[in-house]
């Protein structure tokens, strides 16, 4: 057997069999539920501590934005450390120390208290959203890295697309449970506690399955054929030699970083017309603390349902349609959307604004069935081992700057020139997003083994 072809997680299941390929799901997926869940569930978690502590001594809104900004900064040091770790010292140790990190951070934020001194509530969820943060954002390099390294050539693109579409899950069920325990009457103050330490729980149940889990073969060729058989090479040979093998892949990696930015820009950047939306979905006349939590979480959850499609119709069809296909269309369609929106936006009036929610759809649709899960799957495709993770998570790290440009520059742009602006702003953004993948992005299917006799050519 090569090691190209696919390699066992754990020893005991014959290779290519169901129950391989679920225990491969589950380890690598499981923790990216969790990801996606403690990313989005702190949204509905910060609308429950406003209500419950409102007023001049309650959350504001610089200390909502200290919180999801500690996230943010976490991710960002988590996929460039763990990405870079996991190149030098393997998939399975650093791929257990997130899993950690992410059950203590998601204990530690339900464990806060409230206090007078100068270490308040905030800071301290800041601080465990930080270490959440980190964990979190080294699941993207690590959990893709792995599941590519452990599928065949032809199945690569469904295994890794079905661990990204955990994420939608994840979201999703972030909103459910949260309208569970107000169907239940549980206190609001339990209930925020209760969904954030429910955050640990996927990373934990896989705790034990990944600290027996085995290298990845192809890492550990790698590894061997550059330490000449020693046990690991210092970081500075690592590091000499991963930059030597990067200086080649310049062109794909403006390919990797820039699609993921682009993407990341419009998801961010249209956070005010998602409440407008809203208005159209969910009834907003929420006279307790409860109606008003409950309006917030039934909203994330129709929006979340908008979305899940695309990332089912990823698994179905991306090994038929392809890579770059699927990203140059999405793209496309993505423009068309948004341009569609900004113009009902100003000619629709009573119902047929309703045509706002199914275009408002279609663009999670052309989202996660194209730019949003090729732009995860392509980095772990296109390069060699001893850098795979590594352009991983530099690309990942880039869709977080993104993020923070979207929601730092369109909200002064929709105060100056409105939201039909910002609409048509995306459409141009993402039709910027089509160019980048036209002009950097292959659609060839690569062996991995061979990248890694190409790389050693370079190193």
């Not at 696919?6 to 169901?18: A, C, Y």
């Not at 990845?216 to 690592?238: I, Y």
Request: glycine letters at 10%; proline letters at 2%.
């Amino acid at each position: 057997m090569t090691a190209s072809e696919s390699t066992r997680l754990v020893g005991g299941d014959s290779e290519g069999s169901w129950s391989s390929y679920a225990r491969q799901i589950v380890i690598a997926g499981t923790g990216f539920l969790a990801d996606a869940y403690d990313l989005f569930v702190i949204d509905l978690v910060l609308a429950i501590l406003h209500r419950l502590h409102p007023g001049e001594h309650g959350i504001n809104a610089a200390e909502k934005s200290l919180v999801a900004s500690a996230t943010l900064v976490g991710a960002v040091i988590g996929q460039l450390t763990f990405g870079l770790l996991g190149d030098w010292l393997g998939r399975k140790w650093t791929f257990l120390v997130t899993c950690i990190l992410i059950v203590l951070g998601a204990l530690g934020s339900a464990c806060v208290v409230w206090t007078e001194g100068p270490f308040t509530l905030i800071y301290q969820l800041a601080m465990f959203r930080f270490m959440l943060g980190v964990g979190v954002g080294g699941e993207y390099p690590l959990s893709a890295s792995i599941a590519a390294e452990n599928s065949s050539r032809e199945t690569r693109g469904r295994l890794i697309a079905t661990v990204f579409s955990m994420q939608g899950w994840g979201m999703l069920l972030s909103s459910v449970l949260t309208l569970l325990f107000l169907l239940c009457g549980m206190p609001l103050e339990a209930i925020w506690r209760t969904l954030l330490a429910l955050g640990a729980l996927p990373s934990a149940m896989v705790i034990w399955l990944r600290a027996n889990m085995e290298e990845t073969e192809l890492h550990k060729k790698d590894a061997e054929s550059h330490s000449g058989g020693q046990s690991r090479v210092s970081f500075s040979e690592h590091w000499a030699r991963a930059w030597k093998v990067m200086s080649q892949y310049w062109r794909p990696l403006i390919g990797t970083t820039m699609t993921w930015l682009i993407l990341d820009i419009t998801f961010y950047g249209t956070g005010s017309f998602k409440s407008r939306i809203g208005g159209l979905l969910v009834s907003s006349d929420a006279n307790t603390d409860e109606e008003h939590i409950w309006h917030v979480a039934l909203l994330t959850m129709y929006v979340t349902l908008m979305a899940i499609p695309g990332y089912l119709l990823s698994i179905a069809f991306i090994e038929r349609i392809g890579r770059y296909n699927l990203q140059l269309g999405g793209f496309l369609a993505m423009s068309c959307c948004f341009w569609l929106m900004a113009y009902c936006h100003r000619t629709l009036t009573g119902d047929a604004r309703w045509t706002l929610v199914f275009l408002f759809g279609l663009t999670f649709l052309f989202s996660n069935f194209g730019p949003n899960t090729t732009t995860f799957i392509v980095p772990v495709e296109i390069y060699p081992t001893v850098i795979r993770a590594t352009c991983h998570g530099l690309s990942a790290a880039s869709g977080k700057v993104g993020a923070v440009i979207g929601a730092v520059a369109f909200s002064p742009l929709e105060d100056e020139y409105g939201i039909m602006t910002v609409l048509i702003c995306c459409g141009v953004v993402t039709l910027t997003g089509a160019a980048f993948t036209f002009a950097f992005t292959d659609d060839k299917i690569l062996d991995l083994a061979e990248l890694d006799k190409t790389a050693r050519s370079f190193a």
